[in-house]
């Protein structure tokens, strides 16, 4: 049964924006939460995770680009993607994990809760 339902993804053009978002239960509020992506052809690679005390850490190839946050309110969890480039092009899944501070980024073998993904596509 999958718990996390992300939504967002769509063709934007390169140097645009898209926001994603990654609907979680109640019961994951205090879980780490996360963003990853695979592209075809290539290893899911992890982009930003938030742990519950709000520190955020970013892979190199979205720090600047990339911001995740959190409505626990909504129990939504975000990733706003800015200047976007054709290389981003990507399925992106939320992941989650039932501990306060997160893994690295590197390893998302602890990850044991996942969407099913929202396309991104980014014209050049």
């Known amino acids: 049964q999958v718990h996390l339902a992300e939504s967002g993804g769509g063709l934007v053009q390169s140097g645009g924006s898209l926001r994603l978002s990654c609907v979680f239960p109640?019961?994951?509020?205090?879980?780490?939460m996360a963003w990853f992506r695979q592209a075809p052809g290539q290893e899911r690679e992890g982009l930003a995770s938030?742990?519950?005390?709000?520190?955020?850490n970013y892979a190199d190839s979205v720090k600047g680009r990339f911001t995740i946050s959190q409505d626990k309110a909504e129990h939504t969890l975000y990733l706003q993607m800015n200047s976007l480039k054709p290389e981003d092009k990507a399925l992106y899944f939320c992941?989650?994990?039932?501990?306060?501070?997160?893994?690295?980024?590197?390893?998302?073998?602890?990850?044991?809760?996942w969407g099913q993904g929202t396309q991104v596509t980014v014209s050049s």
């Open positions: 992941a989650a994990v039932g501990v306060q501070e997160c893994p690295p980024l590197s390893d998302m073998g602890p990850f044991g809760y």
């Open positions: 109640d019961s994951y509020s205090s879980y780490c």
């Open positions: 938030r742990d519950q005390d709000g520190t955020r």
